[in-house]
Every structure is written in C-alpha cells, then in structure tokens.
C-alpha cells in the first residue's frame, strides 16, 4: 500500500459514514438535500441534520478516538494486549456517579454529563492513587481491576434501589448511549479532547521503551514508573472525555488498537496510535448509526453492538494466531 493511499482511504470512510449517519434514518433526508438543510431552508430537515445528527456524528467520533487512543496508551504501557479503559475504574466511576445522582435525585447541575465526569475522573485517581507504589504493568492491572469492582459494587447498589423509570435512565446510559447529544454536549468533550490527543502524541517515545521492559527502558536512562503513570494519567482523562457525556461504550478501547496493529503491522507507535483513534472513531459512529436505525423506533445500546462486534473479531484474531502457528510448524 503506497504512503498515500491509507491515509486517502481513511478520509474517503469518514466521508462516507458522517454522510450516511446525516442522511440515514427517519426521516430520511437525500444527500442532495444537505447542503440545504445546513443552509436551514427547510424547518424540518435542519433541526434533523443540524439540531440532532450532526452533534451525534461529531461526539461518537470524538468518544471513539478517545477510547482507542486510551486504548493503546495502556497496551502499549503495560505490555499487554488485553489492558482495556474498563479496567481503569474510569468507567466504573462515571456510573456509579450516575447512579447515585439518578437514584437520590441529587439536584447536581448538568447532570448526567457533570455527575459522570467528575465520577471518570474520581475512579481515575483512585486508581492512580493506589497505583503509585505498583511494581510492574501486571499488578497496575491488577488494581485496576479491583478498584473497577468496588465502584461496580456501588453502581449496581443504587441499580437495586433505583424504579422502574429511574433505571432506564441507568440502563441507557450504562451501556453507552448517544441518545439526547446536543451541540452543548459536544462543547463540553471536544476541548478535553483537543488538549488530550496532542499530550498523547508526545507520549509516544516513551511507549517505545517501555515496550521493551522496565529493566531496559531503566538503563536507557527512563523512569520507567513515573513514565508508565503519567501514561495511566493520560489515558484516564482521555476516557474521562469519552465516558462523560456518552457512558462506558464497551471494547472500543480494545478494538481500535487491535485493529490498528492487524491492518498496519509495519507501523510504529506513533502511527498506532493515530489509526486507533480513527479506527475507535468510525467503530463508534458506525455503531451509533446501526443503534438508532435497526430497529426504529426502537433504539439499541451502542456498547451492545461495540461489544458484539469484540466477540466476533476476537474470535477471527483467535483462529487467525492458531492458522499462524500451524504454519509455522
């Protein structure tokens, strides 16, 4: 593949998704009618495009880099393939924080937005905080999962004293949700993402080493767990971004990186990293897309179907390792 043609391809997906994702649905508006229901010459089909499908485009696009950005950012710092934002305690603090604003009626401003991002970045610290004095990537995850399960425990208790109609508020937003996006929303994830992804970038030399191991990574002259903590500090707010205002979207994180080092082995970190935003990006949206026009009127979780589309690759990754190895004797 020449040095052009992924990039081109990958504009041309975009393209192609953010046009379907405006025009498909009900009601569905022709792609001769954009530029007109942008120009807001007909009531109807501006507030569709403009109002409701376009913020919905643009923050599952934001969400998704996010998440596969955060993704690789934690693989690639623990050495582990299988390092997921879920097991950050990110996630798990953002619902919790739902949950018990939604349960106790908390009169919180801006909430569920405010309530679970104050809860990402809550669960993050936490994480962090007992992460500190951690030796080597496999006890990080090892506490990460453990402060997950504590804020699941406490998510699932308000979960239990919640009504009917309170937990469908909880079920939409635990399963990571785009319902209701309006162009406030977008406003309040874009900024952390636009400060967030530039940060990562310039995380990318020590990723490289640390990809080698504490022990040579030490006697290159970095620290490896300073190094690793700051990466954990980045990836939580980059999470912290997406699970905000869309929820815990599952395996995005996963995917992305996933995909990104199968479609592009000879790629280096840095190009790893770009391609699992874009990846997490066109996951999302696509999902988004499927979720609100399937089974219209009926509107489906876009963690469900991120999380279907995991098990199906996972198990093609799985028969493709052991093809590779019967190869190979």
Not at 66 to 85: D, F, I, K, Y
Not at 88 to 101: D, K, Q
Not at 114 to 133: I, S
Not at 246 to 273: D, K, M, T, Y
Request: charged fraction near 10%; proline fraction near 6%.
């Amino acid at each position: 593949m020449s040095r052009f043609r992924a990039p081109l391809l990958a504009v041309l997906a975009l393209l192609v998704i953010g046009t379907a994702t405006l025009c498909l649905g009900t009601p569905l508006v022709g792609v001769n009618r954009l530029p007109a229901a942008f120009a807001g010459e007909t009531d109807l089909e501006h507030a569709v495009v403009v109002l409701l499908r376009t913020p919905r485009l643009l923050l599952g696009l934001c969400a998704g880099a996010a998440l596969g950005a955060a993704g690789l950012l934690l693989q690639e710092s623990l050495r582990n393939p299988l390092a997921v934002p879920e097991l950050l305690g990110v996630s798990s603090g953002a619902s919790a924080a739902v949950a018990i604003t939604v349960v106790w009626a908390l009169p919180v401003p801006g909430a569920p937005l405010v309530p679970a991002l104050l809860g990402a970045v809550l669960g993050g610290l936490l994480t962090l905080l007992a992460a500190r004095k951690a030796v080597g990537p496999a006890a990080v995850l090892l506490i990460g999962a453990a402060v997950s399960a504590g804020l699941q425990a406490i998510m699932f208790t308000g979960l239990s004293l919640s009504d009917s109609r309170e937990q469908g508020v909880l079920f939409r937003y635990l399963l990571g949700s785009l319902t209701g996006t309006t162009w406030d929303t977008v406003a309040f994830a874009a900024p952390g993402l636009l400060a967030a992804l530039p940060l990562a970038l310039l995380a990318v030399p020590a990723l490289g080493l640390l990809r080698l191991g504490d022990d040579t990574a030490s006697a290159l002259g970095l620290r490896a767990d300073r190094a690793r903590l700051a990466v954990l500090v980045l990836a939580c707010a980059l999470v912290a971004v997406a699970v905000g205002p869309a929820g815990p979207i599952a395996w995005v994180g996963f995917l992305g990186p996933q995909l990104a080092r199968r479609l592009r082995p000879s790629a280096e970190a840095r190009g790893w990293l770009a391609w699992s935003a874009l990846f997490g990006a066109l996951l999302v949206a696509v999902a988004d897309l499927l979720a609100r026009t399937v089974l219209y009127p009926v509107e489906l979780p876009v963690g469900g179907l991120t999380a279907v589309v995991a098990v199906v690759l996972g198990a093609l990754l799985m028969f493709r390792r052991r093809a590779d190895r019967e190869a190979l004797g």
